[in-house]
């Protein structure tokens, strides 16, 4: 960004990085809402009222709350995003598993089962992640 900036370049960077982490926090926070609302099977959507689902708006609130309070910790965030993805990428591999399983089953799908193919890519895609998941595992304690 040097040669377009020149020495405002570390300023746009850090700016660009603090926009992308403003956009991220309703998200972030809208998707706990949602996840955990719909699992408890409360009223959720941000088309309703904060009356008519006060547990959803209520999750968002604590979600936002305390994601702020981690920047008055002494947490690492390039640490928590490295974790939280290694995280992720272990969990991945039975939702993967589970999403194969229940794709190709008519009970669950009717009638827009994966076709074969798909199904051998999506279970050769579920091998890798397994095996890089105990690779790394491996890695991490070896």
Excluded: C, H
């Excluded at 370049?9 to 700016?15: Q, W």
């Amino acid at each position: 960004m040097k040669p377009v900036a020149g020495s405002f370049a570390f300023f746009i960077f850090a700016l660009g990085v603090i926009g992308t982490g403003l956009l991220a926090i309703p998200v972030l926070a809208g998707s706990a809402g949602y996840a955990l609302g719909e699992s408890r099977k409360w009223p959720t959507g941000l088309e309703r009222e904060p009356l008519e689902a006060k547990a959803f708006y209520g999750t968002i609130a604590v979600a936002t709350l305390i994601g702020a309070a981690l920047n008055f910790t002494s947490i690492d965030p390039i640490k928590a995003l490295y974790w939280s993805a290694v995280v992720n990428g272990v969990v991945a591999v039975p939702v993967m598993a589970i999403m194969m399983l229940m794709t190709a089953r008519r009970e669950v799908m009717g009638t827009s089962t994966v076709s074969l193919a798909m199904r051998l890519v999506g279970w050769l895609a579920t091998a890798v992640m397994a095996a890089a998941a105990v690779v790394m595992i491996f890695q991490l304690f070896w």
